[in-house]
């Protein structure tokens, strides 16, 4: 493959600045979002009390909007095009390289007209913003710039690879090029939904053009595109662990095909599964409800084998290096180094947190857990550990790369420890969430004593635990904050070229399969799942629905 | 495709798909076997004449069996009606409940009673009160400044 005769790599510095612009946006993101992060979770734990020019569910919708939204989409987009540019031939060119821009700029307005209604609480709707609460329609115009701008990202990702395919025909893409295009192909499906709900439904009726939303086709909607963000949040976390890791830890990529099949499998089951987040309400019959089900259970499989594989790359890693004994290998791995570090506790992270979700996608188990504040305890585990230490160790990774400065020991030895504080942060957190959700806890719920029910005596010590955590947490944003800076700005300059880590795959004598890159295939039988899963409950939500609800603004 | 796949990651798999499996067999035989599904119904209503419709022009609790009620309520911006209701233990209550303004929730701890109200959707739920005690009736989903205070309670006798 092309990548592995490029000794000394260099990023052009067009592409530099185009993947730290991004990053910069997402860093802002998780500053203002870790402020709003501390500030609700230590009110709503008892703490503190806000000022009255401040609510609640205003933070909250800050604290959503900009770690689910803003954050990871920067962050994710400015990670693909590194590895993009860095395995296509070196640069993203400049047709690719132009659409990327003007995505960039549609995304930053975006988020600043969203941003400005939500500070000046015109649109304390939260990051689901479900109808028939009704925010400023500049907040949906916002939303929608982030969507289409998020897009025209996609269009320049394909570009690039499209342009690399016609150089090099015949032969399988990079592994980390194939698994940008299918994060994106994936974005792209999905976001369909959410552009309909934004653009036909959410704006005209909060300019008033129509009166009325069909609020249970918006939910849907919304949670077409809700599963599979999930998964846009994790499938870049899975690329570092599958191509960026295996280099830092001295070892190989298990298999070209393998990770193929995981991302070709994420893209079928991640979409036709939004169901599984409405399977409380009304208006859409059990059968749909449980077919969803099935298919959300299908979407654990893809994950499972990338636990095999990280497992397996692992031990041929540590092997190589001398490793006895069944377990011997795990003493070989380089805890010591932050750009593991951070991803190997965000792997070991994810086995309790995907249980959980499959405890949430259960049909009756979530009778037990739905809307509690045991799903915000999932979430902080899955994208909020998992996902986010694996950004910070993508950071870590890239910055060297791309400022031409390196990791001090100090920078390293900070990153361990703050990786450590986040752990210690979600354990003080997550785990207290899962168990007070069980106890019925409703989550998104400002402090609340209702009227000193004695139920709420059981949560309390729990409140106590995750308004700890909460500040942990603050400070490891702090932290990482501060380290990210430093490697940007001022960290001592290496005197050659750092690369950008790229692993090599193990030979297995096999070449993936073409099928892979027929993206027409693999697109065509998500359209398929997705008008099984989909047709006749939208059908019905068309049909036999209420006339629609008026906004209303009660906050 | 998959026919490179080393011996022990086809068993891994086999064994993470099989449980799978098995526990989407147990889901299903819960769901068709003993009728066990979360809340639902396909009855609309307009949410403006929520409170002209019936039954929700006089939403409450009424007895309709031997130790079983039907309790038709409201969850509108940000109360429950009825907001207190009482029953004798091993009632089975029927639930009926909607919403003529935003989507509310109706949680109550330590049951399965885990119900969305949408508006223009009327979601039903039954459930059996099998323990006495002091019941909260919460709101669970965002509905506006005082949705932490929207609650009713449920006292079992």
């Known amino acids: 493959m092309s990548q592995q005769s490029e000794e000394r790599f260099m990023f052009d510095p067009k592409d530099r600045k185009l993947i730290l612009s991004h990053i910069g946006v997402s860093f802002v993101a998780i500053f203002i979002g870790a402020i709003a992060g501390l500030l609700q979770g230590l009110q709503r734990t008892g703490y503190i009390e806000l000022p009255a020019s401040l609510e609640y569910y205003q933070l909250l919708t800050i604290h959503g909007v900009m770690m689910a939204l803003i954050f990871t989409t920067f962050f994710i987009i400015g990670f693909l095009y590194a590895g993009v540019a860095r395995t296509l031939g070196g640069s993203m060119h400049s047709g690719p390289r132009n659409t990327a821009w003007w995505g960039y700029y549609l995304m930053v307005i975006g988020t600043i007209l969203a941003a400005i209604k939500i500070l000046s609480n015109d649109a304390s709707v939260l990051y689901t913003f479900y109808a028939p609460l009704q925010a400023d329609p500049l907040f949906y115009i916002g939303m929608a710039l982030v969507i289409v701008g998020s897009w025209l990202s996609g269009i320049a990702i394909f570009a690039a690879y499209g342009k690399w395919k016609r150089a090099n025909k015949g032969e399988p893409s990079p592994l980390f090029a194939y698994m940008s295009v299918a994060t994106m192909v994936l974005w792209l499906i999905c976001t369909v939904g959410v552009a309909i709900e934004v653009v036909f439904q959410l704006i005209p009726w909060s300019l008033g053009w129509v009166d009325r939303i069909n609020v249970e086709l918006s939910r849907t909607l919304f949670w077409y595109f809700g599963h599979p963000l999930v998964y846009f949040w994790l499938l870049p976390a899975y690329i570092y662990w599958y191509v960026n890791v295996p280099k830092i830890i001295g070892g190989k990529i298990f298999s070209a095909s393998l990770p193929r099949l995981t991302f070709v499998l994420f893209i079928l089951y991640s979409i036709p599964v939004g169901f599984h987040h409405q399977l409380m309400e009304p208006g859409i019959a059990a059968f749909w409800k449980f077919l969803q089900v099935v298919l959300t259970m299908i979407v654990v499989i893809p994950s499972l084998m990338t636990a095999f594989s990280m497992l397996a790359t692992f031990e041929l890693a540590g092997r190589e290096k001398g490793a006895k004994g069944r377990f011997g290998f795990f003493r070989k791995l380089p805890f010591h180094d932050a750009r593991f570090f951070a991803a190997f506790v965000g792997m070991i992270i994810f086995i309790p947190a995907g249980a959980g979700g499959i405890v949430n996608a259960s049909y009756q188990l979530d009778q037990v857990v739905h809307n509690t504040l045991w799903i915000t305890g999932h979430f902080h585990l899955t994208v909020a550990s998992t996902v986010a230490l694996t950004f910070f160790a993508i950071s870590y990774t890239l910055f060297p790369s791309l400022t031409g400065r390196k990791v001090t020991p100090f920078a390293n030895r900070l990153g361990i420890a703050h990786t450590i504080i986040w752990a210690l942060g979600m354990i003080f957190m997550s785990i207290p969430m899962h168990i007070v959700g069980l106890l019925g806890e409703p989550r998104r719920t400002a402090y609340t004593t209702y009227m000193d029910h004695p139920i709420v005596s059981t949560w309390a010590p729990y409140r106590t635990l995750m308004g700890i955590g909460s500040v942990f947490l603050f400070i490891g944003v702090l932290m990482f904050l501060y380290i990210a800076i430093y490697l940007w700005f001022f960290a001592p300059r290496t005197e050659e070229h750092v690369d950008f880590p790229i692993g090599e795959v193990r030979d297995t004598g096999h070449n993936p399969p073409a099928i892979y890159e027929r993206w027409s295939v693999w697109v065509i039988l998500t359209i398929i799942l997705t008008l099984i899963a989909y047709t006749i409950p939208v059908m019905s939500m068309l049909q036999h629905s209420p006339p629609g609800s008026a906004g209303f603004r009660t906050w | ?157």
């Open chain 2, 1 to 157: 495709m998959i026919d490179h796949l080393p011996r022990l990651e086809r068993i891994w798999l086999l064994l993470g798909t099989g449980s799978l499996v098995v526990f989407l067999i147990i889901l299903g035989v819960m769901a068709c076997g003993l009728g066990l599904n979360p809340p639902g119904h396909m009855h609309t209503i307009v949410p403006e004449q929520v409170k002209t419709t019936a039954p929700f022009d006089k939403p409450a609790l009424t007895q309709i069996g031997p130790n079983e009620y039907k309790a038709s309520m409201i969850a509108e911006a940000f109360a429950f009606t009825p907001g207190e209701i009482a029953i004798p233990r091993g009632a089975k209550v029927h639930f009926e409940i909607t919403s003529p303004d935003v989507v509310h929730g109706l949680l109550i701890p330590n049951t399965n009673v885990n119900i969305m109200v949408v508006p223009g959707h009327v979601t039903e739920f039954e459930y059996t009160f099998k323990k006495s005690g002091d019941y909260a009736m919460l709101c669970h989903e965002y509905c506006g400044i005082g949705h932490h205070m929207m609650m009713g309670k449920l006292v079992v006798q």
